[in-house]
């Protein structure tokens, strides 16, 4: 087994903060996924699964160029087409590459229960970690992107992981490193943050999509996958991509205030209870056969003899 | 109150136990990576099969070329030193890898002989054979010496010849030498881009 480890900022249902979350500095990776140069050619796709060992499975056709209606347990890498209509009544494809958006503030990681089933690595990088999954779900509640597969066969989660096995080495992802077009970017946040606002401007200056911008949502905290789209009020178009994704409400209140007001109530219950038996005592019991006056605590089996 | 050195020590001791007893603990936490599968494989610069763009690619196979290993591959990808792809590849070319091992793939010759539904194996001599049977007839069959104005032209224009994008300029120079003296015209090797 490898040796290689990364270190985290953020863990699954640990107690805590993680150890050492501020001792590392570590250089924020991001994608970069230009939408108005991709062509559609699913190289990603494929060296996706190159690269992480798996092999295509028997999919649907539903009248799409799209590989599969959406990503799947062995199939982390998905082009979404997406026929939309213009202003000017003509069609025009709309092609985006689905994938895990490795968020600042992962909803999966706020749902999991399990200790170290997920971790975030101080470059940025959202990680499933197998060994330690129970296959709740719960990741896929957390989650508004919809990404995490069950496999049911090992009941486990599974999703992309940036190629984290190439990125703690210094490569780029597959997928990255496939793109014949170039519409793949790979580099440091700001880097790609600096391109994305180049490429939109670009777009909204020379080309004449006035609403072209970066999608980097801030309701997740930012993502590490960043996308420039042709229109980016309406990022629906795209295969479903919401337009302010948040981790639910309700993920939100039973992981915070929820699970501390219950930590907390069940602190100051047993200390309650510590401190009503130094004050009283314990229970004595009052039946019939109690003889209260002459049995003093401690001794009340002599009040039930015959 | 009176705090004795041994006091100190001992309530030291035993607060540092309860904290560890109770999780806590300064060691940065790490997690375990998937392994680089491509660490130390051996990587071979080759050239995608498929069209005449003609890609880079890197085969890694397992093992350091020593003498007792079997080299497999195990990944290919671009090869982002080649001018060309820089590192690139097409949905076909990121697939060489199942081009390489696969099931299916044909490992010795093969005939469909006229009218049958089906291929059927042939032995390499008997293959190398049966092809100069055929461009042998082929050849004296539709060999033109003079054209309708009476040219001398020394044509065949019963065959052609079909080249890849992996064949070299030295392979297809004797390619070219070879059918031209057969008197071949059509002649493709994707050399033209």
Same mark, same amino acid.
């Given at each position: 087994?490898?040796?290689?480890?990364?270190?985290?900022?953020?863990?699954?249902?640990?107690?805590?903060?993680?150890?050492?979350?501020?001792?590392?500095?570590?250089?924020?990776?991001?994608?970069?996924?230009?939408?108005?140069?991709?062509?559609?050619?699913?190289?990603?796709?494929?060296?996706?699964?190159? =690269?992480?060992?798996?092999?295509?499975?028997?999919?649907?056709?539903?009248?799409?160029?799209?590989?599969?209606?959406?990503?799947?347990?062995?199939? =982390?890498?998905?082009?979404?087409?997406?026929?939309?209509?213009?202003?000017?009544?003509?069609?025009?494809?709309?092609?985006?590459?689905?994938?895990?958006?490795?968020?600042?503030? #992962?909803?999966?990681? *706020?749902?999991?229960?399990?200790?170290? *089933?997920?971790?975030?690595?101080?470059?940025?990088?959202?990680?499933?970690?197998? *060994?330690?999954?129970?296959?709740?779900?719960?990741?896929?509640?957390?989650?508004?992107?919809?990404?995490?597969?069950?496999?049911?066969?090992?009941?486990?989660?599974?999703?992309?992981?940036?190629?984290?096995?190439?990125?703690?080495?210094?490569?780029?992802?597959?997928?990255?490193?496939?793109?014949?077009?170039?519409?793949?970017?790979?580099?440091?946040?700001?880097?790609?943050?600096?391109?994305?606002?180049?490429?939109?401007?670009?777009?909204?200056?020379?080309?004449?999509?006035?609403?072209?911008?970066?999608?980097?949502?801030?309701?997740?905290?930012?993502?590490?996958?960043?996308?420039?789209?042709?229109?980016?009020?309406?990022?629906?178009?795209?295969?479903?991509?919401?337009?302010?994704?948040?981790? #639910?409400?309700?993920?939100?209140?039973?992981?915070? #205030?929820?699970? =501390?007001?219950?930590? =907390?109530?069940?602190?100051?219950?047993?200390?309650?209870? *510590?401190?009503?038996?130094?004050?009283?005592?314990?229970?004595?019991?009052?039946?019939?056969?109690?003889?209260?006056?002459?049995?003093?605590?401690?001794?009340?089996?002599?009040?039930?003899?015959? | 109150?009176?705090?004795?050195?041994?006091?100190?020590?001992?309530?030291?001791?035993?607060?540092?136990?309860?904290?560890?007893?109770?999780?806590?603990?300064?060691?940065?936490?790490?997690?375990?990576?998937?392994?680089?599968?491509?660490?130390?494989?051996?990587? !071979?610069?080759?050239?995608?099969?498929?069209?005449?763009?003609?890609?880079?690619?890197?085969?890694?196979?397992?093992?350091?070329?020593?003498?007792?290993?079997?080299?497999?591959?195990?990944?290919?990808?671009?090869?982002?030193?080649?001018?060309?792809?820089?590192?690139?590849?097409?949905?076909?070319?990121?697939?060489?890898?199942?081009?390489?091992?696969?099931?299916?793939?044909?490992?010795?010759?093969?005939?469909?002989?006229?009218?049958?539904?089906?291929?059927?194996?042939?032995?390499?001599?008997?293959?190398?054979?049966?092809?100069?049977?055929?461009?042998?007839?082929?050849?004296?069959?539709?060999?033109?010496?003079?054209?309708?104005?009476?040219?001398?032209?020394?044509?065949?224009?019963?065959?052609?010849?079909?080249?890849?994008? !992996?064949?070299?300029?030295?392979?297809?120079?004797?390619?070219?030498?070879?059918?031209?003296?057969?008197?071949?015209?059509?002649?493709?090797?994707?050399?033209?881009?």
């Amino acid at each position: 087994m490898s040796q290689a480890t990364l270190g985290i900022r953020r863990i699954s249902g640990h107690a805590g903060p993680a150890p050492g979350e501020d001792v590392e500095r570590a250089e924020q990776v991001c994608k970069l996924i230009d939408t108005t140069t991709c062509i559609g050619c699913k190289a990603c796709e494929v060296a996706c699964l190159e =690269w992480n060992g798996y092999t295509f499975t028997d999919t649907v056709f539903d009248n799409s160029y799209q590989t599969m209606p959406e990503t799947a347990w062995n199939y =982390w890498n998905l082009i979404k087409f997406n026929e939309h209509e213009r202003e000017d009544g003509s069609i025009t494809l709309l092609m985006r590459k689905d994938q895990c958006m490795h968020c600042a503030d #992962p909803g999966c990681l *706020a749902a999991c229960p399990a200790d170290g *089933a997920i971790v975030q690595y101080t470059n940025g990088i959202v990680d499933f970690q197998q *060994a330690n999954c129970i296959g709740c779900g719960y990741c896929v509640t957390g989650c508004p992107f919809d990404i995490p597969k069950f496999n049911p066969a090992t009941k486990k989660m599974f999703k992309c992981t940036l190629c984290v096995d190439r990125v703690s080495e210094g490569l780029e992802p597959a997928c990255i490193k496939s793109c014949p077009t170039g519409c793949l970017h790979f580099g440091s946040k700001d880097d790609m943050k600096g391109l994305a606002e180049t490429r939109a401007t670009q777009l909204r200056e020379n080309f004449g999509f006035a609403k072209a911008g970066v999608y980097d949502p801030a309701g997740v905290g930012g993502t590490g996958v960043i996308y420039v789209l042709h229109d980016v009020t309406n990022p629906e178009a795209y295969g479903g991509l919401p337009k302010d994704p948040r981790i #639910p409400l309700l993920v939100r209140l039973w992981k915070g #205030p929820v699970k =501390w007001l219950g930590g =907390w109530s069940m602190f100051f219950g047993v200390l309650g209870v *510590a401190i009503h038996y130094l004050r009283y005592g314990p229970k004595i019991p009052q039946d019939g056969h109690d003889n209260r006056d002459d049995s003093a605590p401690g001794h009340r089996d002599e009040g039930v003899k015959p | 109150m009176e705090l004795s050195r041994r006091t100190f020590l001992r309530g030291a001791l035993a607060g540092g136990a309860g904290f560890s007893l109770l999780g806590f603990d300064l060691t940065p936490a790490v997690a375990q990576l998937k392994e680089l599968k491509i660490v130390r494989a051996t990587e !071979t610069r080759s050239t995608c099969p498929y069209c005449s763009v003609s890609c880079g690619v890197l085969i890694y196979t397992i093992g350091d070329k020593a003498k007792n290993v079997t080299p497999q591959v195990i990944h290919v990808e671009g090869d982002p030193d080649h001018p060309i792809n820089r590192g690139t590849l097409c949905p076909k070319g990121a697939s060489l890898e199942q081009d390489i091992l696969n099931p299916r793939r044909l490992l010795k010759p093969q005939v469909r002989r006229p009218g049958s539904d089906h291929w059927e194996d042939i032995a390499w001599t008997q293959a190398l054979d049966e092809i100069a049977h055929w461009v042998k007839k082929t050849r004296d069959d539709t060999f033109i010496e003079k054209d309708a104005q009476g040219h001398t032209v020394n044509r065949c224009e019963g065959m052609a010849w079909i080249g890849g994008c !992996t064949d070299t300029n030295e392979f297809n120079y004797l390619v070219v030498k070879t059918m031209r003296s057969l008197g071949l015209t059509y002649i493709e090797n994707q050399a033209r881009v």
